[in-house]
């Protein structure tokens, strides 16, 4: 990953290649920010005006470059613009600022270093800044042959406020948070022959070994012996068995206790109720819930957070075979409760349940699960918006607060009760569909069934935020890590007593 370093020094004089300022929209030419000072006056105040002939306008996401002609040591400036940037402190500020570091990160392909200097006045501000650089120079480029475009190898964020208290630490929370959602962009980006659950459950181990955490995997026979009827049903059309994966991190003295549960389907055709080809593309990213989770609790390891957390991974493939599960098909539930499975693509709720009630029974005090979970949502909510739905209002209106604080774009959704009985079977306990309105409230209201009496939860469905078709701001094209920020968040905000 890019390294960071931090220097109050004057962009002019650094020796990197390239040196990136903040350009925000004006009446005329656009307006530099904060940070450009020098640079400008090295060029006779000549700046905002040749961005201008390039076109510059400041608007969020893009990137102008030009020659420094020895306004600095560097051969290359970079002007990015942040829109709009809101006032010191809130949110929109430090999305801003973390979609102008990335954008500027990913545009620094191929470069060896750079200098930012972007309006940092805080600590809040640097963190978002570095954060956004280390999730902008993200590649992935594994099964690429020949020489592949390297990211940006060193960074050195500069300003008056890079060297204020907290400054440095809040780097490096950025830095452990950004390698978690790079690691989970990771695992959603491998093809899906290469990423089974068996596999994925191997590397789940790998990480979780690495620091130290306490792991356990059930392979098919200890699902079945156990009961798990969800992810036996689900997984019995392919050829590779499902998995759960438990990831335990027990810090001394927490006081409390959060479980996240990750839907984690390796790829999925729709099983007998195939999908049409077109929707099967991105579908080895229906592990994307599963990915957060497992990278989330790896993160709150190492930022030594004292809360318990625990993260249940439930693995499968779906895929047709004549051993798949039927239209129709009766499974039982992890705890007893019985299922007409009458879609067999709604088969994420079906994991999701077992995991549920396998979390519920560590006794935490909140459970979330994250899952790429219904189509409805993204036709509700577009693909860079997740959906919240939560038994109890004020816990999703604290989720909500938390997505909002690290830059994850989030809405609450309701669960309203009249929607429950189009869940009704008359021959099970209840069905894994209902009609076609309302769909991501009655997967919603379906995984609230699995919920024990007195804990609380949420369902994050990040269907439409979890694979982007086109590169923006900080997020690639491909696998985005969402859900991880906001979960390590939530964590220390139940660590600090404010959920």
Wanted: aromatic share 4%; no cysteine; charged share 20%.
């Amino acid at each position: 990953m890019t390294s960071i370093a931090l220097s109050s020094a004057a962009p002019t004089g650094l020796k990197v290649d390239a040196v990136v300022v903040g350009v925000a929209p004006g009446d005329g030419d656009v307006v530099l920010l904060p940070g450009s000072e020098t640079l400008d006056k090295a060029l006779k105040g000549s700046l905002a005006r040749l961005l201008g002939q390039l076109g510059a306008t400041g608007k969020a996401d893009e990137v102008t470059k030009l020659p420094a002609m020895g306004a600095a040591k560097a051969g290359l400036l970079v002007a990015v613009g942040t829109g709009p940037l809101a006032e010191a402190g809130t949110p929109a500020r430090h999305e801003s600022l973390r979609r102008a570091a990335g954008a500027a990160a990913r545009a620094l392909a191929g470069q060896q270093s750079a200098a930012v200097a972007l309006p940092v006045l805080d600590e809040a501000d640097a963190a978002a800044v570095a954060e956004g650089i280390a999730l902008g120079a993200y590649t992935f480029d594994q099964y690429k042959s020949g020489d592949p475009t390297t990211p940006v190898e060193s960074v050195t964020l500069i300003g008056p406020g890079v060297k204020a208290k907290g400054v440095k630490e809040a780097v490096t929370r950025a830095e452990t948070v950004a390698a978690a959602v790079n690691r989970a962009r990771d695992w959603v980006n491998i093809p899906p022959r290469d990423l089974t659950p068996a596999t994925f459950a191997d590397a789940a181990t790998k990480l979780a070994r690495s620091a130290k955490l306490d792991i356990e995997v059930l392979d098919e026979k200890a699902l079945a012996k156990g009961g798990y009827g969800g992810l036996i049903g689900v997984g019995q059309g392919s050829a590779n068995p499902p998995r759960l994966v438990r990831v335990a991190y027990r810090p001394s003295r927490a006081k409390k206790h959060v479980a996240f549960v990750g839907k984690g389907i390796t790829f999925d055709s729709g099983g007998l109720s195939l999908k049409p080809a077109d929707s099967m593309v991105e579908m080895k990213s229906d592990m994307s819930g599963a990915a957060a989770v497992v990278a989330a609790v790896h993160a709150i390891a190492q930022l030594g957070t004292k809360v318990a957390v625990t993260a249940y991974a439930a693995m499968a493939e779906n895929m047709p075979s004549g051993s798949a599960q039927r239209p129709s098909d009766v499974i039982t539930i992890y705890g007893g409760k019985t299922v007409e499975v009458l879609n067999t693509d709604a088969e994420g709720r079906l994991v999701l349940a077992d995991g549920i009630v396998r979390a519920a029974e560590d006794e935490p005090d909140l459970i979330i699960d994250v899952a790429t979970l219904t189509g409805a949502a993204v036709v509700a909510l577009g693909k860079r918006v997740s959906g919240i739905m939560a038994n109890d209002d004020d816990l999703g209106a604290k989720i909500h607060d938390v997505a909002g604080r690290s830059g994850e774009a989030m809405w609450p959704l309701p669960l309203p009760v009249e929607l429950r009985e189009k869940l009704d079977s008359p021959i099970a306990d209840i069905a894994n569909i209902g009609d076609r309105w309302g769909g991501a409230l009655q997967a919603g209201l379906f995984l609230q069934e699995f919920v024990a009496d007195g804990i609380g939860w949420a369902h994050l469905d990040i269907a439409g935020p979890a694979f982007s078709d086109k590169a923006h701001g900080y997020t690639p094209k491909g696998g985005t890590g969402a859900a991880v920020r906001t979960l390590v968040r939530l964590v220390e905000d139940v660590a600090d007593g404010a959920l």
